[in-house]
């Protein structure tokens, strides 16, 4: 089982920066992607940025330019950072990660959430 914790969150006037960060445990074998995705009230979640093991990036066109998705494979732990916030940023936003992890049978694929982490954007 491979469980996934974010912190970072919180409130910020609109223009400020926050750096989230999600670190993954458990019985890891490897990571493939990780991934951020965002869910305002009354919306869908939506994917806002992407890594891989190798460090290819994906961006959603509402954030390119202001956020930034990082990875530290050691740590197996990803970050986003995000510049410029605007109101329209406020939503929980979602850690998820997908590999393989050590089971009783040898290992399996996963797919795991974190608890998601609260972005305020309000002056």
């Known amino acids: 089982q491979v469980q996934l914790v974010e912190s970072g969150g919180g409130l910020v006037q609109p223009g400020g920066s926050l750096r989230l960060s999600c670190a993954a445990s458990?019985?890891?074998?490897?990571?493939?992607?990780m991934g951020w995705y965002r869910q305002a009230p009354g919306k869908q979640r939506e994917l806002v940025a992407r890594i891989t093991s190798g460090g290819s990036t994906g961006i959603a066109d509402s954030v390119k330019g202001r956020f930034t998705i990082s990875r530290d494979n050691a740590k197996n732990t990803t970050y986003l950072q995000m510049n410029s916030l605007k109101p329209e940023d406020t939503a929980v936003y979602y850690c998820?990660?997908?590999?393989?992890?050590?089971?009783?049978?040898?290992?399996?694929?996963?797919?795991?959430w974190g608890q998601g982490t609260q972005v305020t954007v309000s002056s």
């Open positions: 458990g019985s890891i074998f490897r990571i493939y992607a």
């Open positions: 998820n990660a997908g590999g393989i992890a050590y089971s009783d049978y040898g290992s399996a694929a996963f797919g795991s």
